[in-house]
């Protein structure tokens, strides 16, 4: 009995905060409750007044006409090219980085970690001409790699594994080397299935950093064939409203077509990416 009044008492003492938090998520969504509700209504309604959330009839012509008015399919596509391959890379470059940084010992690695942990101060502006030079040497302007190779490496991916690596106790390594087996089966057989969650955290991440980059593609993707969603969501804003009044409802729906992948990633990795930022901060 007085294990169930305090469970209760503090259901009551708790009431006030998760109210306040509700009601906190619930004026955060207005705006994507917004967004969502406007691409499915008729051009020239949106700030009618008085003003309606949801609408009195769905009008989905606008992703209809989102598809045939430009080349957004291919913009689309380019997005999921481009951020799967650097989601890939990234978790290959930097897992074995970071397996490198806490496993191995070499001269001079905690220096050269430092270093690593110090390009993270630099903003991306100032290392964005070198890096436009170097890929512009190349010849990989409007080429996929030009979108793709810049983006592998991270050095908060490599800090987050490096701390994931980090709590696997040494026993298991040397175990399986008394087993024979050699580095690479240890990183892989081993290592790379217990970090699962920080894996998953850095996936997130790098899917979110570049489905959502628009200055770098803006750089590199002269063409309209290598546009990505996001750049040509901005071209596509510019030349909607360059000589007439913007059609907010097409907007929005490009928008909603835009941000569902990144909300859908968020959503099958949760668990994992709650549980990767975890894990990732037990030892330093």
Known sequence: MS??????????????????????GAFMLVP?????????????TTFSYPPDLIPDTFDFGNYVNLFTLAPFAKYVLNSVVVTVLTVVGQLAFCASAAYGFARLSFTGSKSVFVLFLATMMIPFQVTMIPLFLIVFKLNWVNTYQGLIVPGISSAFAIFLLRQAFLTIPR?????ARIDGANEFTVFFRIFLPLVKPALA????????????????PLLIARDEKMRTVELGLAYF?????????????????????SLLPVV????????YFVAGISLSGVKG
């Open 3 to 24: 294990r169930r009044k305090t469970t209760v008492l503090g259901l009551l003492r708790a009431a006030p905060t998760y109210a306040i938090l509700t009601l906190l």
């Open 264 to 271: 859908l990633v968020y959503i099958c990795a949760q668990r």
């Open 171 to 175: 026993d298991y390594q040397d175990a």
């Open 237 to 257: 804003n510019v030349t909607s409203s360059a000589y007439e009044q913007p059609n907010w409802p097409l907007m929005m729906a490009a928008s909603v077509v």
């Open 201 to 216: 955290t850095v996936a997130v991440f790098a899917f979110m950093g570049t489905w959502n980059d628009l200055l770098w």
């Open 32 to 44: 994507f409750l917004w967004m969502v509700t406007t691409s499915l209504k008729p051009s020239g």
